[in-house]
């Protein structure tokens, strides 16, 4: 059973940088996706960043290219997600999201995401 808690949120200036974390439970990462991704309010749940396959391959939104990091501590069992350069667009709720053992190729695909975290609230100002 895959577990998934974020932390890590919180109120920045635009410009600002935040760093969130997702401590993962029941799941090596060995293969498959992690990904993040955010919900603003009046809008659809949008894909973030993700990582996939032990961290060979990262793959982003267009919105946070060059500005957003996604990494994984595998000791740690933890997915991390730098935010520099914030934006007041990047405002929304973040949810770590795991897809085990998915093929290559469904980066942001969110029904091959069987497992969700219940989010941390990110406010740019």
């Known amino acids: 059973h895959v577990q998934l808690v974020e932390s890590g949120g919180g109120s920045v200036q635009a410009g600002g940088s935040l760093n969130l974390s997702c401590a993962v439970s029941g799941y090596t990462f060995s293969s498959g996706y992690m990904a993040w991704f955010r919900q603003a309010p009046g809008k659809e749940r949008e894909g973030v960043a993700a990582?996939?396959?032990?961290?060979?391959?990262?793959f982003y939104a267009d919105s946070v290219k060059g500005r957003f990091t996604i990494s994984q501590e595998n000791a740690k069992n933890t997915v991390y997600l730098q935010m520099n350069s914030a934006k007041p667009e990047d405002t929304g709720m973040y949810i770590c999201a795991a897809a085990p053992g998915c093929s290559r190729g469904f980066a942001f695909v969110q029904i091959m995401y069987t497992s969700w975290g219940q989010g941390t609230q990110v406010t740019v100002s």
């Open positions: 990582i996939f396959s032990g961290g060979h391959n990262t």
